[in-house]
């Protein structure tokens, strides 16, 4: 039986990528201990370790041809595509995460980045699973892993195209 990105690589909670994750904040012991015993994920600030792309899910639904009833689906999409660590909120957003400064460049259309001054929930990287409200689509294979933003504007662009195929279709 074939893995899902997902389950191919389960990081944990103490590991690498949690120490840097955490070293966004004043205090990292408490994010650690925040996704070690399950609690609501730390609020980390975006601009030092990384940026985050902020993704609408229909522009991910239609650039990888699935929707929320195929989680599994759109994580491996998501990983064939190459697009880096991504998070899905409770909102319905997907948030790429990009080098820092990326937002200073950034000029897409179809997405926001976010940067200094904004904070996003990030999960234990081993949540996973879309029965979390906050969890990894792909979560990072090592610290400092990010996404290229080319590729995130490659993704938006082919979600746009579909979408607009799809509407014209229906006109």
Request: proline share 12%.
């Amino acid at each position: 039986m074939r893995q899902t990105p997902t389950e191919q690589y389960h990081p944990q909670p103490d590991g690498e990528v949690s120490t840097w994750l955490a070293s966004a904040l004043p205090h990292p012991e408490e994010a650690r201990a925040a996704w070690r015993h399950g609690l609501r994920p730390p609020m980390i600030p975006m601009g030092t370790l990384f940026d985050a792309i902020r993704m609408p899910e229909q522009l991910v639904y239609a650039a990888t041809g699935h929707d929320a009833a195929a989680p599994y689906s759109i994580a491996t999409a998501l990983s064939r595509f190459g697009l880096g660590p991504v998070i899905r909120t409770y909102d319905h957003w997907y948030y790429a995460l990009v080098p820092p400064q990326t937002a200073a460049h950034w000029t897409s259309p179809h997405a926001v980045c976010r940067s200094s001054g904004a904070w996003m929930p990030v999960p234990a990287v081993n949540r996973t699973t879309p029965d979390h409200a906050v969890h990894w689509t792909i979560p990072p294979a090592r610290a400092r892993h990010l996404g290229r933003p080319g590729v995130v504007v490659a993704l938006l662009e082919r979600g746009d195209a579909a979408l607009e195929d799809a509407s014209a279709g229906t006109e």
